[in-house]
């Protein structure tokens, strides 16, 4: 069995925006239609929340809604094809916690996709705690994924840079971020995803834990601070998050199979939003060097059971 964690599909109010020309590629025709191409058995279809960026977050709510239920539809409409995550802001407040929670208890909503930011929050402020709250109480694995730009977009508007480079910045940032600000210790219940491979995090991470063990020397570094919140080295809490293969770079998921586990990476393509890289994604997971029961594993088993299917 193959299912694709990766997969855009975005309402008909965005395909519909006049910066597609008509030719939006997040559809679930094209879904649908790569499915069969590639050879899938399952893909699980999200907003990329690329959107919320133009709302603030009371504006949001109801194109949230608006969002959950159409990707509802589209699961119910293909049932044997696709499952279906929500979207929230985790700062959004009472209403956004309200909007998940009856799009998991009533469309049956398997999970929640989050951008790494949302005009300059981060998922790792203090105001997101009562929805990583609510994510562990709903048993549901919660999908981080980077907003259409993350900071420093002034220096990426040429060259694609802010979708090669600045996405993945900004998720690996936000990783960071949430790792060293405790949020994977005070939820160690928490079910994590990371999108393109956390963004280079597993690369980083040496850095990261030199930093934490060498806290009580300020001098070349500087203090380590605010106050301490974690009781683990950031590597360690790093082990407890799962990550889609979305990076096109076998070296790179190699790097991520020896920083966490083959157990911990979930396959995914980020396609139709890139149509042409579908089979390219495919093709990576079965050129690494793994026995046949770790490939399970990232083709379908560890999605399956975080899906709960």
């Known amino acids: 069995m193959i299912i694709d964690w990766h997969t855009h599909v975005?309402?008909?109010?965005?395909?519909?925006a006049p910066f597609w020309g008509g030719r939006c590629p997040a559809t679930i025709d094209n879904v649908l239609r790569l499915h069969d191409?590639?050879?899938?058995?399952?893909?699980?279809?999200?907003?990329?929340?690329?959107?919320?960026?133009?709302?603030?977050r009371a504006e949001a709510v109801p194109v949230v809604r608006a969002s959950n239920e159409y990707l509802a539809s589209l699961r119910d409409r293909h049932k044997d094809k696709v499952v279906a995550i929500a979207t929230t802001i985790p700062g959004g407040g009472e209403a956004h916690l309200a909007e998940l929670e009856r799009a998991v208890k009533q469309d049956d909503l398997r999970?929640?996709?989050?951008?790494?930011?949302?005009?300059g929050a981060y998922p790792d402020d203090a105001d997101a705690r009562p929805f990583f709250q609510l994510a562990s109480e709903l048993d549901i694995p919660v999908f981080?994924?980077?907003?259409?730009?993350?900071?420093?977009?002034?220096?990426?508007?040429?060259?694609?840079?802010?979708?090669?480079?600045g996405r993945p910045f900004d998720s690996c940032l936000a990783l960071a971020r949430l790792i060293v600000n405790g949020v994977f210790e005070d939820f160690p219940s928490l079910k994590f995803v990371a999108s393109h491979l956390g963004g280079g995090i597993c690369e980083i991470i040496g850095r990261m834990d030199y930093a934490y063990e060498l806290r009580d020397d300020p001098l070349i570094l500087g203090p380590y601070g605010p106050p301490l919140h974690i009781t683990c080295k950031p590597s360690d809490y790093?082990?407890?998050i799962y990550f889609d293969t979305v990076c096109y770079h076998a070296p790179a998921v190699e790097c991520a199979i020896k920083t966490v586990g083959a157990d911990r990476l979930i396959f995914g393509t980020d396609s139709p939003m890139l149509v042409a890289l579908k089979q390219r994604g495919l093709d990576l997971v079965r050129e690494l060097e793994?026995?046949?029961a770790a490939k399970e594993k990232i083709l379908s088993g560890t999605a399956r059971m975080l899906l709960k299917l």
């Open 238 to 240: 790093l082990r407890r």
């Open 290 to 292: 793994l026995d046949d």
């Open 111 to 119: 999970g929640v996709l989050i951008n790494s930011s949302h005009r």
């Open 10 to 16: 975005h309402s008909l109010k965005e395909q519909a």
């Open 37 to 56: 191409e590639v050879g899938l058995d399952l893909s699980v279809i999200s907003n990329s929340g690329h959107y919320l960026k133009s709302y603030t």
């Open 144 to 165: 981080m994924h980077p907003p259409s730009v993350g900071f420093g977009e002034e220096r990426m508007r040429e060259f694609r840079l802010a979708s090669s480079v």
